[in-house]
């Protein structure tokens, strides 16, 4: 989006929100707000109603509102008014009432903070930002404006550092997906890669677990990052972990977690292969690939395997050379709960993640400096991490960490019995 764009959005902003549906909007956030205060304090009032002060009366009573404040939202401007109390003690601290739903000095709701690393990616200038936001929010988002997104900007570049020395002394990953995600940066600097890292905790949760800057993806690079986890407590690795074939973090993974089963990303795989097909053969070959990794038993997924190569390696031995040389890698998923194998034989938490830093660089080049990139894209994970989607199966974690070994996706002693 250029300043063009913003100029076009800012001349359509007034018209958008004379929509009277967006005002309607505006008016029912403003009274259901209302309500859950007026029930926040009420429920505050009854907490506290068995006190009384020297008088013999109520010690809390209410006293008023605080003076009316505005609430950027993803629909616009909100003013709001919070109530207060009026706490009678003449002795002691005391009592305040606090609105979990508008704390003090709320300004801007979370839906909006997270698009302004999701505009900046997209290649606004912290000096167009008042602009944009107020063709998206309103004529009122001057909240928003340029010395705001960049006290932002620095307290998320300082919530990265800080998250960046967390201790991991009490975490435990069954999985890891890996990759590494190749940005634009200024002119006078080399393309940037990102190296990102996400688990799956013991309770099936997905979570962010290390995004660094890295040189490529060099084993060198990958290296660093997986002994930075450990030096800071993680001291046992995933029992398998689902990456590209092309990664210098498999290296890395082998020297410094030596347990960890390896899980080749069928999504890249896939993409390698038909790269070395004609067009004509891709669609065909796309179907015969995919009756691999969909077979319901790993006997079954080698005898789809041996077709694939039977037909294509005269022809295309440069496709068949590329799915043979992780052949067992590609199929490890067999031996774990058939209820993760959607989870374990892609990397998608990273790829659908990643899609928009990708999108957004690409399309603006020189705009950022490394440092930038890695914050906002911190940022972005951080957001998109309140959607990543839970194991299926999460019972079975357990049993992974146990090391027992599933055969065919089915639990052994489910097979014996």
Request: with cysteine; glycine share 6%.
């Amino acid at each position: 989006m250029d300043k063009n764009n913003v100029l076009s959005l800012k001349k359509h902003q007034a018209a958008a929100f004379e929509d009277p549906l967006t005002e309607l909007l505006r008016a029912g956030a403003r009274q259901l707000l209302a309500q859950a205060v007026e029930t926040e304090i009420a429920a505050f009032i009854e907490q506290h109603e068995h006190l009384i002060d020297a008088e013999g009366r109520r010690r809390i009573v209410r006293n008023g509102y605080l003076p009316e404040r505005s609430v950027q939202t993803g629909i616009g401007s909100v003013e709001v008014k919070v109530p207060r109390v009026h706490d009678r003690s003449a002795e002691g601290p005391r009592l305040r009432f606090h609105s979990n739903l508008l704390p003090p000095y709320l300004r801007k709701s979370r839906s909006v903070e997270a698009v302004i690393p999701w505009l900046y990616l997209k290649g606004i200038s912290t000096g167009d930002f008042s602009d944009a936001l107020a063709a998206l929010l309103g004529p009122n988002a001057a909240g928003l404006s340029q010395p705001t997104v960049s006290r932002l900007k620095q307290v998320w570049s300082e919530e990265y550092a800080h998250w960046q020395q967390r201790d991991l002394r009490a975490r435990e990953y069954v999985y890891f997906w890996a990759d590494g995600i190749y940005c634009n940066v200024r002119h006078d600097q080399e393309k940037q890669c990102i190296l990102v890292i996400v688990g799956a905790t013991k309770e099936g949760r997905k979570e962010l677990v290390a995004i660094s800057d890295g040189y490529r993806e060099s084993a060198a690079s990958w290296r660093e990052v997986l002994l930075d986890l450990k030096q800071r407590g993680l001291a046992r690795g995933p029992s398998v972990a689902v990456g590209d074939g092309a990664l210098g973090f498999w290296k890395a993974l082998h020297e410094v977690f030596g347990s960890c089963k390896q899980q080749r990303c069928w999504v890249h795989k896939t993409a390698n292969v038909l790269n070395s097909l004609p067009k004509s053969q891709q669609t065909r070959a796309k179907e015969r690939l995919q009756e691999i990794w969909m077979a319901e038993t790993k006997d079954a997924a080698k005898q789809a395997y041996a077709n694939f190569v039977e037909i294509y390696a005269a022809k295309y031995p440069k496709a068949t050379a590329c799915l043979v040389k992780d052949r067992d890698e590609l199929m490890t998923f067999y031996d774990f709960p058939a209820e993760h194998w959607g989870h374990l034989r892609t990397t998608n938490p990273i790829e659908s993640t990643f899609a928009t830093v990708r999108l957004r660089t690409a399309k603006v080049r020189g705009c950022f400096s490394r440092e930038t990139v890695l914050t906002m894209a911190f940022r972005l994970c951080q957001e998109a991490e309140k959607k990543w989607r839970r194991l299926n199966g999460s019972e079975h974690v357990a049993n992974v960490l146990a090391g027992i070994v599933y055969i065919d996706g089915i639990h052994p002693d489910r097979i014996a019995a």
